[in-house]
T-cell receptor, first 114, second 111 residues
Framework: NAGVTQTPKFQVLKTGQSMTLQCAQDMNHEYMSWYRQDPGMGLRLIHYSVGAGITDQGEVPNGYNVSRSTTEDFPLRLLSAAPSQTSVYFC?????????????FGSGTQLSVL | DAKTTQPTSMDCAEGRAANLPCNHSTISGNEYVYWYRQIHSQGPQYIIHGLKNNETNEMASLIITEDRKSSTLILPHATLRDTAVYYCIVRVNTGFQKLVFGTGTRLLVSP
């Protein structure tokens, strides 16, 4: 049981390049989400999904796209990377939401956009 | 959404109890208090949560005041590996568990 797996761990992009951050979970969780964390700040929600085929925007969605074709995978796409997207990205999952649910987080992807 | 206030940093000696306070004076009656921690650059880790009653698990204890306006996370015997940023979070009342992370308390456990 690997939990939440994120790849890559590190990535350097040039402005304007595109890439996809991968996130997979093997716990059969319905809910998945993406957060970004900037230095000295807490985590901010980018996008989330409450099940396969269903996604919604979080607090800071601009510049990012997501899709959820399977329960296991929730990739985050940067269509045209900008320096403001330099950050650490965390993917999280939970069983089904609700007041007593807890999140499981991946180990993060550190992204630098030059 | 209820907001939380935590001290920026705290120190604790190894083997002693670490008591981390959190104020959430605008919490609603059906909102839970959650605690997560983040050990240097890793993903946050769930610790404990509660609604009204005190809670205890293998990691920590959570004490919530009777008026629910504040709470304290207790690590009974802190170790060096407990050095981390601790986040006190009040769950936003939506179907999706949209946790709002603040800047947390940086706990330094020293020998």
């Amino acid at each position: 049981n690997a939990g939440v797996t994120q790849t890559p761990k590190f990535q350097v992009l040039k402005t304007g390049q595109s890439m996809t951050l991968q996130c997979a979970q093997d716990m059969n969780h319905e809910y998945m989400s993406w957060y970004r964390q900037d230095p000295g700040m807490g985590l901010r929600l980018i996008h989330y999904s409450v099940g396969a085929g269903i996604t919604d925007q979080g607090e800071v969605p601009n510049g990012y796209n997501v899709s959820r074709s399977t329960t296991e995978d929730f990739p985050l796409r940067l269509l045209s990377a900008a320096p403001s997207q330099t950050s650490v990205y965390f993917c999280a999952s939970s069983y089904g939401g609700g007041a007593e649910e807890k999140l499981f987080f991946g180990s993060g992807t550190q992204l630098s956009v030059l | 959404d209820a907001k939380t206030t935590q001290p920026t940093s705290m120190d604790c000696a190894e083997g002693r109890a670490a008591n981390l306070p959190c104020n959430h004076s605008t919490i609603s009656g059906n909102e839970y208090v959650y605690w997560y921690r983040q050990i240097h650059s890793q993903g946050p880790q769930y610790i404990i949560h509660g609604l009204k009653n005190n809670e205890t698990n293998e990691m920590a204890s959570l004490i919530i005041t009777e008026d629910r306006k504040s709470s304290t996370l207790i690590l009974p015997h802190a170790t060096l590996r407990d050095t981390a940023v601790y986040y006190c979070i009040v769950r936003v009342n939506t179907g999706f568990q949209k946790l709002v992370f603040g800047t947390g308390t940086r706990l330094l456990v020293s020998p």
